[in-house]
């Protein structure tokens, strides 16, 4: 398996565990009355609160912030706050973000505060919520095997909108994670327990906020995760006791408990957390890039592949175009 396989595996598994999620209700008994077992893609239904409307295959804010961050990274030679704000900010825009339902309330605060040209190390200084994570999966590819390289950039990545403590704590336990996915040797414990690092070190940086434990939290999914027996029991278990609001400590805690219950295969991932419902999207997102940087491109069917390329939003950020960019941006160091 080559970085290139690992790269696509990563940004794909984004898109994948994105769009999958994202017809899932806020319940697993509506998600689960609806569909009984969400094991296909499915466009969203009609009286969904926030992606009514949405065809099948369709990713949301959490793939295209994080593939608009890329293109930006990509163009700068490197993560730095001013791509970071340009790519934010061009996003919101191109998306209609004044008027969006599904963007964060962290993300919407920051990027109007940076409209008004307010400081962009200060303008994120209370956003908590999970956007933080469910767009630095890139920023960990970036970084193959460099798990403390990955937290530093991660913290950059955060800054204008989710500059709290506990959201870089969030951010930073992906993005290691996923640096260390890409390692040839990379086993789900040793992405768990660098995951658990970035946390550590994440909840270093940033305005002091607060929230619970994202260690403690990524740790709680594991435990559940680890247990066996009946996949909806323990999903059940992971939503009542983890937690999939949009809070970023559940978020990320419930992304690592789906990663190890699917024993990282992307495909499966996507299931778990679809089926785990509330923001299932953003936990799908965040689980599968990790799953897809450790397993690779080849872990994922064709069909699946078909699905995602056929949509038109996807296919605007050419996916296949980001990953050579950042193989390139590796190399060049």
Known sequence: MTLKDQILGCLYGQALGDAWGMPAYFHPDQTWAKYGWVDKFYPAPDDHEVHAGLPIGRITDDSEQAFS?????????????????EAIIAWYDRTGGDNSKYVGPSTRRG??????GEDPHKTGRMGDTNGAAMRVSVVGALHPNDPIAAIEDAAISCLPT??????????????AA?????????????IIAAGLLGAELGRKKGNRWLGASVTRKIEQGVQIARK?????ARLRQIYDQVGTSLAI?????????????????????AIYSANLSG????????????????KGIGAFDSYTLEVLDADPVTASYD???????????????
Do not use: W
Not at 111 to 116: E, S
């Open 178 to 190: 996923i640096a260390v996915a890409m390692r040839e040797d990379a086993t789900l414990d040793a």
């Open 249 to 269: 400590t559940e978020t990320v805690g419930a992304s690592f408990a789906v990663l190890l219950m699917a024993d990282g295969d992307p495909k499966q991932t």
């Open 69 to 85: 961050l890329a293109q930006a990274y990509i163009k700068a030679g490197g993560v730095t706050l001013e791509a970071t704000v």
């Open 319 to 333: 996916i296949s175009g980001i990953a050579d960019g950042l193989l390139n941006l590796i190399k060049s160091r």
């Open 162 to 175: 989710h500059g709290t403590d506990v959201a870089i704590s969030g951010a930073a336990a992906v993005a």
């Open 228 to 232: 066996g027996g009946d996949p909806m």
């Open 111 to 116: 990027v109007q505060a940076l409209k008004r």
């Open 279 to 294: 923001d299932a999207d953003t936990v799908g997102a965040i689980a599968c890039a990790m799953a897809g940087a450790y």
